[in-house]
């Protein structure tokens, strides 16, 4: 046994770090967070300054019981998590779980994983820092407040479904999302014609060539863009003046948390979570620095390497040292920039991290090169028929520098025309004209937000910090307010007026198209409920600013300026009285919009949100004598734009569209998607296909495909074989048994003796799977990969021990009374069976209360 025990939060990094340290190390993963708040009553006391009551979850029992033997048996024990206050966090709990004393116990941290940062770390080891502990607190504290209070608001003032959550920073997001939608969607685009003239020159080589020059402000309308191509005909066009510049670019800083996944997104499309798991995999393999900060500084050592890579592969010229300053005066992590821990390495083996890594490599080394720089170029041209003036631009780069290496990308709303090159041109040079075009443009609304972009824009705006902006974006997604995808262009015709060489106007009627998306963020119909609920009722936690606060003082909590349970109960307080007066005061949301009167029964069209989802209906609830009619409303459909012929469509559905073999063909939407019907045999339809587009002769298609895969390949104790593929790959199915093929196995051409190996097997496995069980009760007793375990319902449960703490045999299982289990079951679940109670009482109450009215009137 080592005499040191040093703890880090993943199994990657502590194997790489054991090799660094060698014999006197034990290095050993606690496998991130050890402990969390309680889950009852919400594992905080609030009447006592706000105390947390922590727990070791069931999953991380193993972990904690192996680190505490390991502990007991080490001379010391050393605290290696990440550098962040989070990682701070874990080496406070780690201490607390295994009786360390917090004043006593050495906490090391580094922001690399090489041999000098690692053996520089054990020989400067540190306390644990109880402010950032604190920070860290405060944020896992405030964040449990708002979202267990919050979040039953939503259940019974928006309903639908217990999943509702609510969130300091991921409500923010949210917002801002819904807020862009609705910017697009009442944009109204306004047309305009851009004037460009194109002229021929001869360039260097003599050769000629032709370039552009741009006419004077875009005229607002047709009338005005033909009146100045008509005062062109016959035009002369001189250069009259020509101002040649130099220019340079600078490079950028090196990679933080935010500009990293900013980048990997516009370069290489990568989600902010994908961008976040390679960066982990690099640095705890040890290639790059650590990947959560929000400094753009470089060690004097990683200064050195670059000058070093810089000057040998591209000569001293391309090297101009610079510092970079951060944006953010209050850089939680004031560490290094996200580089590559030496420069000499410019790529890695790993296929999936390597364009990461080179993407990090190349943007560290151009941060140090020197600026490129460019000749810019205007000329003005006359024209001889009107007072306007044309104005040509080019630029010529006369040194690379950075460029050589590496260039930035840009959001959409950033991009720029880049300028091209143009001939050599004098002062009273005759330009020879070929065409001069007015076309059409229209202006844009702000385009939706990347995941990239909206990670860009909370930084802006000082909301949440480098851990937080991935984990923000799953949860807003995975809690269905916001969604991921692509939107179609629509046709949209512009005009185009030409006026050529020998002075005709032409026009022509083009169509481009407009408003296709790839890849952005889109609110949902409940995340435009919920944002515009929690706007109105709760206008602090919804503020930008007020969130941008709440990180100000958490930032001052890790510098020790104010006491996290004070600062807690600034907020909390108020917060918490708006909590009380919303359940009291406020109505329920439906998010309702009435769309008009249905004209075959004169009853009101309304788009609402349901138990569902989003909705129309046609009719009221409240009306007794009929029912209202309901159909769910298109993935690509919203509440907030759906338009009166849209809504009525949805109720054309169930659509009948022919016979086929004798029976009806129909088409509608299920429980599990649109479908085909066929007599009563129900085929699904593939996504992204219409309902009401759909014709006979396409369901019979895919009846005849269901039809041909649902056909016997084979047939076993004289059942039938068929195959097909499912979820997890590919199966055959026989005797309503689904035996998944491995990839030993060649699925298209399956042999007979291929089929029975497989079923014999999964008929040998099945045997040997249960021990004991009582269907009637959803319970069984099965054998597992690490033993017996109990399944109740859908849960795999422990089977606990006997009271003399040995385990059970075989035998004893297999005759084992059901009360023994399901005691055991209610230790893990509780109330497990109390529930089912429950609900068999409430109907007999539900009836007394219905039959009540009548007994009554009797006596009368």
Known sequence: MAKNLLIVESPAKAKTIEKILGKDFEVRSCYGHIRDLEKDDMGIDVNNNYQPRYKV????????????????????????????????????????????????????????????AIKKAVDNPRKIDMNLVNAQQARRVLDRLVGFELS????????????????????????????????????????????????????????TVTFKADGPNKMSTEKDAKSFLESCKGANYTVADIQVKPAKRTPAAPFTTSTLQQEA????????????????????????????????????????????????????????????????????????????????TTSVEDEDSRRLYELIWKRTIASQMSDAEFEKTTAKIDISTNKETLSANGEVMKFDGFLKVYLEGKDEEDEENTEGMLPPLTVGMKLDFTEMTASEKFTRPAARYTEASLVKK??????????????????????????????????????????????????????????????????TDLG???????????????????????????????????????????????FHETIEHTLETAERAKGERELGIDEATGKKVIARMGRYGPMVQIGDTSDETEKPRFAKLKQSQSIETITMEEAMQLFSLPRTLGE??????????????????????????????????????????????????????????ELPVTKGKGRFGPFIKWNDMFINIPRAYNFDALSQSDINELIEKKIAKEENRFIRQWPAEKISIENGRWGPFIRFNKKMLKLHRKPDSSKYTPEELADIDIEVIKQMIEEQVPNAFAKKAAKKTAAPKKAAKKAAPKKAAKKK
Request: glycine share 6%; no cysteine; hydrophobic share 35%.
């Open 57 to 116: 979850p069931e999953d991380k029992e193993r972990v904690v019981k192996e680190l505490r033997q390991l502990a007991k048996k080490s001379d010391e024990v050393w605290l290696a998590s990440d550098e962040d206050r989070e990682g701070e966090s874990i080496s406070w709990h780690l201490a607390e779980v295994l009786g360390l004393d917090p004043k006593e116990t050495k906490r090391i941290v580094f922001h690399e994983i090489t041999a000098p």
């Open 152 to 207: 039953p608001v939503l259940w019974r003032k928006i309903g639908m479904q217990r999943s509702l959550s609510a969130g300091r920073v991921q409500s923010v997001a949210v917002r801002l999302i819904v807020e862009r939608e609705r910017e697009i969607n009442n944009f109204i685009p306004e047309s305009s014609y851009k004037i460009e003239a194109f002229f021929t020159a001869q360039d260097i080589n003599n050769k």
């Open 265 to 344: 997104s516009r370069k290489m499309g990568y989600s902010v979570s994908k961008t976040m798991l390679l960066a982990q995999k690099l640095y705890e393999s040890g290639k790059i620095t650590y990947m959560r900060t929000d400094s753009v500084n470089l060690s004097d050592t990683a200064l050195a390497d670059i000058r070093k890579q810089v000057t040998n592969a591209y000569g001293e010229q391309y090297h101009q040292p610079r510092k970079f300053k951060n944006k953010n005066d209050n850089a939680q992590e004031a560490h290094e920039a996200i580089r590559p821990t030496y420069m000499s």
């Open 458 to 523: 909370l930084e802006e705006l000082g909301i949440g910090r480098p851990s937080t902006y991935a984990p923000t974006i799953s949860t807003i997604v995975k809690r269905n307010y916001v969604e991921k995808r692509e939107k179609e262009g629509v046709k949209r015709e512009v005009a185009l007026l030409t006026l050529s060489k020998n002075d005709n106007i032409g026009k022509q009627i083009l169509q481009e198209n407009t408003g296709a998306e790839k890849n952005k963020l889109f609110p």
């Open 528 to 574: 435009l409920v919920v944002t515009d609920f929690l706007k109105q009722y709760f206008t602090r936690v919804m503020d930008f600013s007020f969130t941008a606060k709440i990180e100000e003082e958490f930032d001052q909590i890790a510098e020790g300026k104010i006491s996290w349970s004070k600062m807690i109960d600034g907020f909390y307080k108020p």
């Open 660 to 717: 086929y073999e004798g029976q009806e063909v129909s088409v509608n939407v299920g429980r599990f998607g649109p479908y085909v019907k066929l007599g009563e045999q129900f085929i699904s339809i593939p996504k992204g296909e219409d309902l009401h587009e759909i014709e006979l002769e396409r369901a019979i298609e895919l009846i005849n495909e269901k039809q041909q895969a649902d056909a016997p390949i084979a047939f076993y104790m």
